[in-house]
């Protein structure tokens, strides 16, 4: 059983679509993450949510937009994609947002904008 | 696929060697670190953790080592396989009400057969 599941885990599209990232965890938890992984491999947070709730918002463009129906699940949203969001994005949880907490990872999901 | 992280600097060790991977971190309020292990296409995965009134902890095959004088922070892993080989990333947690996780550059980590 994946704990951190997102779908999909290829997407090419071309710039100026619009795409949406799905997750999900069956941990139970009540953080949840995006983070962004460029090229260099150098990971960044994106947001993080607690209980549905924003946490996190890291200056990241407002093209980006999470949703957070449930707390099991952390959609991310991209308008008008653009060549710089092509990265590897990756979807996290916690138990809580103390520190302490181990986060744990999805596997990615791989965006190309051509 | 997965790009190849061309800056990454990188440790290659020969298989049975012990490995040091080291880290520097930024904020000497971080009360919380982490060590992750990404393997080729997946995402970043738990290894060991310590806190900042800890120097030292020792999990299965690796310890972590921290010294906050100089904020550095290291893993050692004993005994190096080829399925150690992999991207290894640090991680500081800030005291914020964020509990924000801010990662390391990533190192990575080649065992030669």
């Known amino acids: 059983d994946t704990a951190v599941s997102q779908t999909p885990k290829y997407l090419v599209t071309q710039m100026g679509n619009d795409k949406s990232i799905k997750c999900e965890q069956n941990l139970g938890h009540d953080t949840m993450y995006w983070y962004k992984q460029d090229s260099k491999k150098f990971l960044k947070i994106m947001f993080s949510?607690?209980?549905?709730?924003?946490?996190i918002n890291e200056t990241v463009p407002n093209r980006f937009s999470p949703k957070s129906p449930d707390k099991a699940h952390l959609n991310l949203h991209i308008n008008s994609l653009e060549l710089g969001d092509s990265a590897v994005y990756f979807c996290a949880s916690s138990l809580g947002l103390s520190g302490g907490n181990t986060i744990y990872f999805g596997e990615g999901s791989w965006l190309t904008v051509v | 696929g997965e790009s190849v992280g061309l800056h990454l600097p990188t440790l290659s060790v020969q298989e049975g060697d012990n490995s040091i991977i080291n880290c520097a971190y930024s904020n000497s309020a971080s009360d919380y670190f982490i060590w992750y292990k990404q393997e080729s296409g997946k995402g970043p995965q738990f290894i060991i953790d310590?806190?900042?009134?800890?120097d030292k902890r020792q999990g299965q095959r690796v310890t972590v080592l921290l010294n906050k004088t100089v904020k550095h922070l290291s893993l050692q892993i004993a005994a190096t396989q080829p399925g150690d080989s992999a991207v290894y990333f640090c991680a500081e947690r800030g005291m914020d009400s964020s509990y924000k996780l801010i990662f390391g550059s990533g190192t990575r980590l080649l065992v030669r057969p």
């Open positions: 949510y607690n209980n549905k709730e924003l946490i």
């Open positions: 310590i806190r900042s009134n800890m």
